[in-house]
Nanobody
Framework: VQLQACGGGVVEPGWLRRLSCTGS????????MGWYRQPPEGQRELVAR???????NYADSVKGRFTISRDNAKTSVYLQMNSLKPEDTAVYYC?????????WGQGTQVTVSS
């Protein structure tokens, strides 16, 4: 079972992008969900998480710019990314929090460059 992230692309600094995560609806609806990212020469990190009740937490580096959300049926999770910066360049993944190795998908590349 994998969770698939999509919606990445190449954008300019200051632009916005929305990522989507789909997979098993039961996984998404029953767990705390997180968006993770791995920069080109860095470690994978959790940048946003959302609980079943809708509570959210963000890494300091994205706070105020990124918003995580779920759809009402809890079958998808989204990451709205605003005011993108070059340092946001990374492969973005979704997984539960804490993550499970079996749920990692291929991720989606976001490149922020002028």
């Amino acid at each position: 079972v994998q969770l698939q992230a999509c919606g990445g692309g190449v954008v300019e600094p200051g632009w916005l992008r929305r990522l989507s995560c789909t997979g098993s609806g039961s996984i998404i609806s029953r767990n705390v969900m997180g968006w993770y990212r791995q920069p080109p020469e860095g470690q994978r990190e959790l940048v946003a998480r959302i609980t079943g009740g809708g509570g959210t937490n963000y890494a300091d580096s994205v706070k105020g710019r990124f918003t995580i959300s779920r759809d009402n049926a809890k079958t998808s999770v989204y990451l709205q990314m605003n005011s993108l910066k070059p340092e946001d360049t990374a492969v973005y993944y979704c997984n539960i929090d804490p993550y499970r190795w079996a749920y990692w998908g291929q991720g989606t590349q976001v490149t922020v460059s002028s």
